[in-house]
């Protein structure tokens, strides 16, 4: 008897015991001059808040909300971030000024120091830095025969983005470009002869010649894996051919269907008549369909398994969720109806899911087959970013908080 009034008395005991919350505030700031509803306002960058506003950017630890480090306010119309896994301990800022230029320094994440500057426009791609001047197109001296337009070569620096260091410099001639998928920089002459390069020492990879359409060459451009070279005729119209940038085969204009992975399976979309077709699920092997989403649905492949959203109306809660499917054959494993789903900012593809309840904002992740609340966050909410520890929403305009996310498994 004596046995079982313990365990009931225990049994009583741990019914009693408070439930530790899902969800935690950590932290609350003010944005100071910063408007949380404008895009840019916020940035999540790996461990760092970055806030955009009148005392300067402005990193906060994700953990704790604590300042880490603030840059000056910018003298300049607006600054620009940008992050590459590639150089994770450093940021790319950067700024325009009123009377048109620019400025690109690197940042250490660590310490906000700044450890390079140059005064151009530079994006970031993968571990470096590309930094290409204003093109420069001047009319011809009447007495040279005609009045008609020069173009200046188009350069491009290639720096470490870490260091600032060049490693080497593209000249134009007079076209540049990068296809950032090889990485490759190439070199493109008027009567369509080029030069390509690796883009890491600029050592000469081929070289070869196309045919730019009728007219006065006007462009070179490399994406996709297309070479795309534009041209204008006397009336102002533009042409454009496209080649294939391994093969040289000339390809459509009218665009082939775009494939790309999703999960363990490749995804296709193709266009007609300016329509987008729906999306198809192929077997990775032999590119047979295996299933098509309805029309207008879009796929959002996650850690917690294949998420279908609509393609229009996406908000601050993220894309409106529709389904959670098996993707090797679309049989619906979850209605998410109601839910917006947005992906974490770390790359780890963690789903989040949120939907407006008259309390506030519910916050839930797919967890065993089934929707798993987490807790509910203010009503006032306007965007959020997250990873599997935190998640960081502006509301009310101008407070940011920090809430923790329990383990749940």
């Not at 070869?208 to 006065?216: C, D, E, I, K, L």
């Not at 990775?284 to 492949?301: F, G, I, K, S, Y």
């Not at 966050?377 to 502006?394: K, N, W």
């Amino acid at each position: 008897m004596a046995a079982a009034v313990a365990l009931l008395l225990t049994g009583a005991l741990g019914a009693a015991a408070p439930v530790t919350p899902l969800l935690t505030q950590v932290a609350e700031l003010t944005l100071d001059g910063a408007d949380g509803v404008l895009p840019g306002a916020v940035d999540p960058v790996r461990d760092l808040v970055l806030v955009h506003g009148g005392a300067g950017l402005s990193a906060y630890e994700l953990a704790d909300g604590s300042l880490r480090w603030r840059l000056p306010p910018s003298s300049g119309r607006g600054r620009g971030v940008q992050v590459t896994s590639q150089a994770s301990d450093v940021l790319l800022v950067n700024e325009d000024f009123p009377d048109g230029g620019t400025s690109s320094s690197a940042v250490d994440v660590r310490t906000g120091a700044v450890r390079w500057t140059t005064g151009q426009y530079v994006w970031a791609l993968g571990e470096y830095a590309l930094e290409s001047p204003p093109v420069e197109v001047r009319a011809e001296p009447e007495s040279s025969g005609g009045g008609s337009p020069l173009r200046e070569p188009m350069t491009m620096t290639v720096r470490e983005l870490s260091t600032g260091r060049v490693r080497w410099v593209l000249r134009g001639a007079p076209f540049a470009a990068i296809d950032e998928t090889a990485p490759e920089a190439w070199s493109v002459d008027e009567r369509g002869e080029f030069t390509v390069h690796d883009l890491r020492d600029g050592r000469l990879l081929r070289t070869g010649r196309v045919a730019f359409p009728p007219g006065s060459p006007e462009m070179a451009a490399v994406y996709g894996g297309m070479l795309v070279l534009s041209a204008r005729l006397p009336t102002g119209q533009y042409l454009e051919t496209r080649y294939d940038t391994r093969t040289l085969r000339e390809l459509s204009v009218t665009s082939s269907p775009l494939r790309f992975p999703c999960g363990g399976h490749l995804c296709e979309v193709g266009d007609v008549g300016g329509v987008r077709t729906p999306l198809a699920v192929l077997d990775r092997d032999t590119l047979a369909v295996r299933h098509r989403l309805e029309p207008n649905m879009n796929l959002l492949p996650s850690a917690q398994g294949a998420i279908t959203v609509q393609m229009a109306g996406e908000g601050s809660l993220g894309a409106n969720a529709d389904r959670l499917i098996d993707l090797a054959d679309g049989t619906t494993l979850l209605d998410l109806t109601g839910w917006g789903a947005q992906l974490a900012f770390d790359g780890s593809l963690d789903a989040l899911l949120m939907r407006r309840v008259p309390d506030g904002v519910q916050v839930a992740r797919i967890e065993d087959g089934r929707v798993r609340l987490l807790g509910t966050l203010p009503a006032s909410l306007q965007r959020c970013f997250h990873t599997r520890q935190r998640i960081a929403c502006v509301y009310d305009g101008d407070r940011l908080g920090v809430w923790s996310v329990a383990a749940t498994a």
